[in-house]
């Protein structure tokens, strides 16, 4: 191409009519400025129920900002009521987007996975007080290791054993202290400190233990999975005064 030739624009020549059910489209104005000869341009409103095709012939023209900004385009309204439909049309969609704005900035924040974890926690140990068989085979995992704070381990049929023979008696869990944190997926450690009353009656054993538990994700439930815990001094009592 020769140098000093330039570089042509296009702009289109003709403005595409509406085709319509029977309607007439009110003609809106745009500028154009395109590489291609020929343009095909098909819109479709659900709202108006009219479909248009709209044809752009091209051809050399001068540069974009000598184009005469009143180039026709037809546009789909109502049949009978064109130009309120467009205007309808706008307002539904601005209201559209404002509703869903308010919907997401109104969305509940994401739960907290340690909520669940509490729950599952607080049902092992209601179980443990209760010593009701059903509520502890759902509370342990299968594969439950209990130890003891006098060093005891115990499994999940013989920890439940002893809990339903009375044999083993929990009378209260108090935590000073209980964190979740989930090392992988499906699985979450407990570490903390707390006070357990044993016996069936007065006067009654008094732990205040540190411990270290797990729990499972295990068939759609957490799941008590491991115990370990370490016997604590009792806080000294305050020294009496003179």
């Keep these: ?25 009110p003609r809106f104005f745009f500028a154009l400025s395109a590489a291609s000869a020929f343009q095909r341009l098909d819109w479709l409103f659900g709202d108006s129920g009219c479909r248009i095709t709209a044809n752009v012939q091209m051809r050399p023209g001068p540069p974009p900002h000598e184009l005469c900004a009143a180039r026709t385009l037809a546009l789909p309204a109502r049949c009978h009521d064109s130009e309120s439909t467009v205007v309808h049309f706008l307002v539904k969609t601005l209201l559209l987007a404002l509703t869903l704005a308010l919907g997401i900035a109104r969305l509940p924040a994401a739960t907290d996975p340690s909520a669940a974890w509490r729950a599952a926690d607080d049902a092992r140990v209601a179980a443990m007080v209760s010593a009701d068989p059903a509520q502890l085979a759902a509370a342990f995992s299968d594969d439950l290791l209990y130890v003891h704070s006098n060093g005891k381990p115990d499994t999940k049929t013989s920890f439940s054993e002893a809990l339903t023979s009375g044999k083993s008696k929990y009378n209260s869990v108090t935590y000073e202290q209980r964190d979740f944190r989930e090392v992988a997926p499906g699985l979450v450690l407990m570490n903390g400190r707390c006070r357990v009353r044993l016996g069936r009656t007065a006067p009654f054993t008094e732990l205040n233990l540190s411990f270290l538990a797990a729990y499972r994700f295990e068939k759609g439930a957490w799941r008590f999975l491991a115990w370990q815990s370490a016997k604590l001094p009792d806080p000294a009592a305050p020294a009496a005064r003179p």
């Design 1 to 25: 191409m020769n140098g000093s030739a330039k570089r042509k624009q296009f702009e289109p020549v003709e403005a595409a009519e509406a085709v319509e059910s029977g309607c007439q489209a």
